[in-house]
């Protein structure tokens, strides 16, 4: 008779790069699990007659299934499953908050760890990768229906919307505006948490079903989504991202040697600036920066500014290490990686040295005070606490506001009072007919998860739609 | 990939081409920009279009070797690509019936000019030129500024051409002897920072075409950060074109400076690389 097994209520951990070594390279810091470590963390997986774990997840991924397939070691299987609902499963097993989304569901959760589900949807991802020969045989493409859709962007959003159209006949063409697909996943996320080969890959999977990209196509200056819809383009998504780097405000902010993370990050990410001179981007490290916010893109712009050779880098945050909006896992790996945060710290202004470049950041403590409208207690300047922090580069990482292009390009397109496309989170759907709208340019800035699933549900709901017109 | 229909060497320096980019060229406007990536391991940069051609599908680009991008660009030829061509980017120039207008182009300057001006004069403008070089050899284009202007000055510095001086000079006499109604310069941001400066007294309305560094060019990076009348702008989506009187041009010159050393370090390499070709 087999034994019971008891389930171990710790999972498996992922090994790591040691962050001595990490912190000077680009290369992923999770190495991933290997088959055993996978199989062990799939066994712990009770299988639950109805799994909450799914009703976490926005594009509804059919977790206990594909871990079901994994242990049994079907991998094909379990790859075919988690791709029939994610169709970027490499970059989703990487960079979504499954802390926040399926895993918390998990009933291991409250007995232990729960099943780490983010590193097994990884590991599945990973073995496609690795064995074309096995999966280069299926067949993505189906036959086209004839009808044509745009869809403006080619970030998490965008991908999302593509492959469900076209996994339904579709004749989908993407609209990217910089010279490489993926958006936020390729000029934003960095190379150390999310591989460039890894998004590539999964591009080229979305490209596999039929979607034609089209890249330098700055949709609302070449063409504009009415002049799409006039092309035979019987809908558009708009789904162009982020936008516009917010900045502070503060005097000094347009020295020299100031970065938006946005920038920072495009410049090293996108252009490989971290590869100068070999590429002929340049950017500036040395010394001492200062990455103010205390969000992700935050804790990217730091660790990216370490690997690119500074000195020392800080993280200035206004509010408590409560109230940051970083995951918790990018604080501790900044953190190992020798990131210091200064916390409870307000930037007053720049000051600059010589030939315009910042030199300084002046500085006052803060106090929290009561909540304010976002659930956080409100930061509160403390008088007589003014001081300088003598820095070389600073990186603003304060989120951002929609890209104007769009909007301005297009007669009848409601916004909302911050600027974003007024958009019926159901479906997609905006004050234009026959225009739908996903991800950052709809709700600010927010994460690839959410994003995909507002490309799922417009899908969804132009499927319908187009199916309506026939 | 972009192929160049047509490449010709207005000086050994400065090099135009033909670009095939039809959907651009549709949309084209005087005042925009595309920004270009020669290859793989290239910068984008930011380049006024100098004409475009709807019929043909082609966009007119000049440029002159600075740096290492626009070195790289150089060895290009007719029938080679360009890897990255986007656009049109920016806000179009203002194109309105102001009357006399005088039209102020520094170096290489002339080659987006020559839209504007052209625009201008079709609208009914009266349009006085003034074509500026530091000498004879790096003027191009006075012909084809000329089609388009009821006047034309030339100036050098070194007096090797035209009027000996800088293109403020005449500009200054200008205004004091005609009505102007509004100025447009494009060139340099020195040029264009002294233009402002020679007018503000004559309050006449200056457009200047802002040329900070760029990278994505779309307003999702905020490098090309421009401070107006007190209010950060970016270039690429606000502008590139702004009321030169609100510039604050000082600010400007230091961030275009912002990787001088890095420039300097980038040519270097590609100098020794192309030496052992």
């Known amino acids: 008779m087999a034994e019971k097994r008891k389930t171990n209520l710790s999972r498996v951990p992922m090994l790591k790069q040691e962050a001595e070594v990490r912190k000077r390279n680009f290369y992923e810091v999770a190495l991933g699990y290997t088959e055993e470590q996978a199989i062990e963390e799939a066994n712990r997986c009770l299988q639950c007659k109805k799994p909450l774990c799914k009703t976490g997840c926005p594009v509804n991924v059919d977790i206990p299934e594909f871990i079901e397939a994994l242990r049994e070691h079907d991998m094909p299987e379990a790859v075919r499953i988690l791709k029939s609902k994610n169709s970027l499963p490499g970059v989703c097993g990487r960079v979504c908050p499954q802390e926040t989304q399926c895993e918390i569901r998990c009933l291991l959760d409250k007995k232990g760890a729960p099943v780490a589900i983010g590193r097994l949807e990884r590991y599945v991802a990973d073995w496609e990768q690795a064995h074309p020969e096995v999966m280069g045989k299926q067949k993505n493409r189906v036959k086209s229906n004839g009808k044509r859709v745009a869809v403006v962007g080619s970030g998490p959003a965008g991908l999302t919307c593509a492959a469900d159209l076209a996994k339904r006949g579709f004749e989908v063409t993407i609209f990217e505006a910089l010279h490489v697909a993926g958006g936020v996943l390729m000029y934003g996320i960095p190379e150390f948490r999310l591989p460039k080969n890894v998004v590539q890959a999964e591009v080229d999977y979305v490209k596999s079903l039929g979607v034609e990209i089209k890249l330098n196509h700055v949709i609302g200056k070449i063409a504009t989504p009415d002049e799409l819809l006039g092309n035979g383009f019987g809908t558009v998504f708009l789904a162009p991202g982020a936008g516009a780097p917010m900045f502070l405000n503060i005097p000094g902010e347009n020295l020299s040697n100031i970065y938006s993370a946005n920038e920072f990050l495009t410049r090293t990410n996108l252009m490989k600036a971290y590869l100068f001179p070999e590429y002929d981007t340049p950017i500036k490290v040395g010394g001492r920066v200062a990455v103010i916010g205390g969000g992700n893109v935050a804790m990217d712009a730091s660790r990216c500014a370490l690997r690119l050779g500074a000195g020392e880098v800080y993280v200035i945050y206004r509010r408590s290490r409560i109230e940051m909006p970083a995951r918790a896992e990018e604080r501790e790996n900044a953190e190992e990686e020798g990131v210091l945060f200064r916390i409870l710290t307000n930037p007053k202004r720049f000051l600059g040295g010589e030939q315009g470049r910042v030199k300084a950041l002046e500085c006052c403590d803060m106090d929290l005070g009561e909540p304010d409208e976002s659930g956080r207690r409100r930061p509160i300047p403390k008088p007589g606490t003014d001081f300088i922090i003598d820095i070389d580069v600073a990186i603003v990482a304060l989120g951002t506001r929609p890209n104007p292009i769009i909007p301005t390009a297009t007669e009848g397109l409601e916004l909302t009072r911050w600027g974003t496309i007024k958009t019926d989170e159901a479906t997609g759907r905006t004050s234009k007919e026959r225009i739908w709208c996903g991800g950052d340019m709809a709700t600010g800035a927010a994460t690839v998860i959410s994003a995909m699933g507002a490309g799922r549900r417009a899908a969804a709901d132009i499927y319908a739609y187009l199916q309506g017109k026939s | ?277």
């Open chain 2, 1 to 277: 990939m972009y192929r160049i229909l047509f490449r010709e060497d207005l000086t050994p320096d400065i090099h135009l081409f033909k670009v095939e980019a039809p959907q651009i060229a549709r949309k084209a406007q005087p005042g925009q920009f595309v920004i270009v990536r020669s290859e793989e391991r290239g910068e984008r940069i930011p380049l006024t279009m100098a004409d475009w051609d709807e019929k043909e599908g082609s966009v007119t680009i000049v440029f002159m070797e600075v740096g290492t991008t626009t070195r790289k660009l150089a060895l290009l030829n007719a029938g080679d690509s360009i890897l990255d061509f986007v656009g049109p980017l920016g806000r179009p120039t203002e194109i309105g019936r102001f009357g006399t207008v005088v039209c102020v182009a520094g170096g290489v300057g002339v080659a987006p000019m020559f839209p504007v001006a052209r625009a201008l004069k079709a609208r009914g403008n009266r349009i006085i030129s003034i074509l500026g070089a530091r000498s004879q050899e790096l003027l191009f284009w006075e012909d084809y500024l000329r089609s388009v202007s009821h006047e034309l000055t030339v100036t050098t510095d070194d007096g090797s051409y035209g009027r000996k001086g800088v293109v403020t000079e005449p500009l200054k006499e200008l205004l004091e002897t005609v009505e102007v109604n509004r100025v447009i310069a494009i060139g340099p941001a020195i040029m264009m920072k002294f233009c402002s400066l020679t007018t503000k007294p004559f309050n006449v309305k200056t457009v200047v075409s802002l040329n900070p560094i760029m990278v994505d060019g779309t307003g999702m990076c905020g490098c090309c950060r421009v401070l107006v009348g007190g209010e950060t702008k970016f270039a690429c989506v606000d502008g590139p074109d702004f009321d030169g009187h609100e510039v604050d041009w000082d600010l400007l010159m230091n961030r275009q400076h912002s990787y001088l050393d890095e420039e300097k370090e980038s040519l270097e390499l590609w100098e020794i690389k192309i030496s052992g070709r």
